[in-house]
């Protein structure tokens, strides 16, 4: 899929990031991107690849631990 040139993110830090939503699952983030809270602190962050909840169950927020995947409807309607 090529996303026009105005729509593109230009990436943060010294390498690029991609965010990849997975169907009815987390959202993928790969590269440099920096992740922080509702007060905007840095969460930590320690690998490349994380992969961030989307269905409001996860135990270890902001991450995914796979919960969606139970079978119950999701919390925020994804």
């Known amino acids: 899929m ?3 040139t105005e729509r593109r993110s230009t990436p943060t830090g010294h390498g690029s990031a991609r965010i990849t939503v ?3 699952g987390p959202l993928v983030v790969r590269g440099d991107v920096e992740i922080v809270d509702a007060a905007g602190n840095p969460i930590p962050r320690h690998r ?7 269905c409001g ?3 270890i927020q902001p991450y995914c ?3 969606h995947a ?3 409807p ?3 309607g994804d």
């Open 65 to 67: 631990d796979g919960t």
């Open 2 to 4: 090529d996303i026009p």
């Open 22 to 24: 997975t169907p009815g």
């Open 74 to 76: 999701p919390i925020h």
């Open 70 to 72: 139970v079978g119950r």
């Open 48 to 54: 490349a690849t994380v992969a961030l909840c989307r």
């Open 57 to 59: 169950r996860s135990s």
